[in-house]
């Protein structure tokens, strides 16, 4: 695992060079999803401490009780019947595109004296196997939200095409990042609006060129999943 890791890292390192970006502007998100609780153990002992998992069960039962300096995030869709057990889970929540679930997490939030982060997820390759807004629609829908009192807006997540060519995800990127820079601090609602949670292992170099501050990572990192 370790030396998985130091080939992210060098990937990073290297294409954050190539933009004249730090690599310490990049968080690497170990996704852990279907991975046993020994295999998160070992990447904890090996540096890890952002953690994407795609099921609310599953971030129950690996990320709790919550550990100081360990960060899980929710980076599947979550139905709103599982929005009570991902507060509990998570620090995090990357998949939000509607304002139910907005408004049901602020409620939930409250009553569990919490604070939680949330990206909104953007289906910036508008392929209909993806989920998440649409680009007509993200600008009017981000500007309009309510001003968070336990929510913190943090940014934005996308995933990009499915194509085999990291390039043809390049436009699905940059829509991304100038959509996040139109509304970081138009309002103080977006005053913590930075992130940019986009690529993955196929395609995090052309992503951290066109501004990720967080990559997803998973069977590069922890060898193949377990089903």
């Known amino acids: 695992m370790e030396k998985n890791k130091q080939k992210i890292l060098a990937r ?13 502007d990049v968080r690497l998100v170990w996704v852990s999803k279907t991975q046993p609780v020994s295999a998160v153990e070992s990447a904890i002992a090996a540096g890890a401490r ?51 679930s907005v408004q049901k997490l602020e409620a939930l939030c409250k009553e569990a004296n919490k604070n939680l982060e949330i990206l909104f997820q ?6 209909a196997t993806k989920s998440g807004l649409s ?56 005053s913590n609006f930075t992130e940019l949670s986009m690529g993955m292992t196929n395609d995090l170099e052309v992503a951290i060129s066109e501004g990720a501050t967080m990559v997803r990572v998973g069977t590069a990192l922890f060898g193949a999943r377990v089903f």
């Open 12 to 24: 990073i390192e290297k294409a954050c060079k190539a933009c004249g970006r730090s690599s310490s």
């Open 135 to 190: 680009m007509a629609e993200a600008f009017d829908f981000l500007n309009n939200l309510p001003e968070p009192e336990r929510l913190v807006y943090k940014g934005l997540m996308t995933i990009g095409k499915n194509t085999g060519n990291p390039e043809d995800s390049r436009a699905c990127f940059a829509f991304l990042r100038n959509l996040r820079n139109k509304l970081f601090n138009s309002s103080a609602k977006f």
């Open 50 to 100: 952002d953690f994407g998992e795609n099921r609310v069960q599953e971030a129950l039962e690996k990320f709790l009780p919550q550990r100081e300096g360990i960060v899980c995030r929710i980076i599947g869709p979550v139905q709103k019947n599982k929005l009570r057990k991902a507060v509990l889970a998570a620090q995090a929540i990357d998949t939000i595109a509607d304002l139910e």
């Open 122 to 127: 953007v289906n910036a390759s508008e392929e």
